[in-house]
């Protein structure tokens, strides 16, 4: 039966016969179980770029619902083969991650970034969305908060207690500017800075900014790079244009460390962003301006806009993979006005870009932007059972004197090894950002390891523990104290590294848990 609907693998390429597969109208292509695409029985599956398991194994269904059809097929990557004849035997291979993508000239943008939340009512969502960015904040930033003349005085009483802290900056129009020209109002306040437009209906988690500075900067030609959501249209994942929710089984932070440790790599490009939560690059408005505040006073299509006029300008704009962003939507307009804002939005838009939508398509469904759902789905599943016995757990880089640590901070956290190699700074923030090492822990090493981590570590926004002269980790005293001992000791080092090492450390608060 496998030989009758698998008809060809060139190591890249693959065909089946979708008549002989089935009658349904369309048919699930998985790999190693998990759901790459959904396609049409009679359009063959085109060209690999590379493994989306990131591995050279590859195990092929094709189902109708829950029906299987035929056999599976396990095929290697790169190595051409019989159809429907297997190239591999044993267990399917836990998802490894992606290499990394060509080295390109690094392009570090501003020196900080400025988080601009516009804001209208909903306290609540709006509490949220601030105490997360000031928990999970780690590079260096700035808050800048426009509450737009909100008539519920809940928000004014929010606001008031972050007035005068310090990196935050708090502005209160007098009368309603509507959503675009707050933002400008933000963006203008941010002087040189780079810029994430956040909307106040959101929630961050671990590593976000670090990780889409990351992105940015790892390529000159990117304009700007837009979150994933669980509620976010077309940058929802893993199903587009749907409510996505996270696990139940996991809390927001857990899910956004598993897609930091398993989609890095995963950076999609689309002809536009998503001002839900947008890092766009201070040169980008430099170059092209800001949001066109007449055309799209509500938003909805702003962004979308000043996307296409800076592609024009040679820009292109990226999605982070590995960056999930919790979104509520419609809270300040309510879905019906939402839907009447986008309609207006879209005809402008198709008014001034004939071919957007065309190359919205062409994006959207590539490649690319299938492995990113593939991984995620694959992530969420806990296809691979990394997470059966502890859920998503901070990454710490463990030198090989605090190797003596391990077991005792095994249950807190994912303990990782330094990997032998160059010991320059940038190779080592590269190591800690591909990684998603949140956390450093130095005990006793030598200096020529020590200095470069240090400032590796601060330009990777990650947490620095040293405790090589604490007086319990201290040798001979940590070999005496019980294991629960060390691991509650280690855990106040990390606690206060993780809160210092805050943008808004006076106001960090919550577990880094």
Known sequence: MAAQVWRAWDGRRLEWDGAAAHAAAEIDLCIDGVVFERTRRDAPYAQFDFAPSGCAELEFSLRAGTELLGAPWRVLHGTPAA???????????????????????????????????????????????????????????????????????????????????????????????????SSNLGIELAAADDVVLLNSDTEVGPCWLQALRAVAGADAGIGTVTAVSDNA?????????????????????????????????CVPE???????????????????????????PSGYGEENDLCQRAERAGFRHAIAGNVLVRHARSASFGEARRLELGAQGMA????????????????????????????????YADRDHRYAALPPRPRVLLTRGAQVFAA?????????????????????????????????HLHGDAEALAAPLRAAARGAGVALVDSTHDALLGEPASALLPAARVAAQCLTLYRDAWRASAAFAPLCDGEFG
């Open 83 to 181: 159809p429907g004849v297997d190239q591999w035997q044993g267990p399917v291979h836990a998802m490894q991650p992606l290499p990394p993508a060509p080295a390109a000239p690094r392009d570090s943008g501003a020196a900080r970034t400025a988080i601009v939340v516009p804001i209208y009512n909903s306290p609540q969502l709006v509490q949220r969305c601030i105490a997360a960015v000031l928990r999970w904040t780690r590079a260096p930033a700035r808050l800048i908060l426009i509450d737009d003349a909100s008539p519920d005085a809940g928000i004014g009483a929010l606001l008031a207690r972050y007035d005068g802290a310090e990196h935050i900056l708090v502005r209160r129009n007098e009368r309603n500017l509507g959503y675009t020209r």
């Open 233 to 265: 249209g077309a940058f929802s994942v893993p199903e587009l244009e749907q409510y996505c929710p996270i696990p139940e089984r996991w809390t927001l932070p857990q899910a956004q460390r598993a897609l930091l440790q398993h989609a890095g790599g």
């Open 270 to 296: 689309l002809p536009t962003g998503n001002g839900f939560c947008m890092f766009v690059k201070r040169r980008m408005f430099e170059r092209v301006g800001v949001l066109d505040a007449a055309a799209f």
């Open 348 to 379: 402008v838009l198709r008014a001034r870009y004939p071919d957007y939508e065309a190359k919205v398509g062409a994006t959207l469904f590539g490649f690319t932007r299938r492995v990113l759902d593939y991984r995620v789905r694959r992530i």
């Open 408 to 440: 005792a901070l095994r249950g807190s956290f994912d303990c990782r090894s330094l990997h032998d190699g160059d010991l320059h700074v940038d190779a080592l923030r590269d190591q800690l950002q591909r990684r998603a090492i949140e956390f450093v």
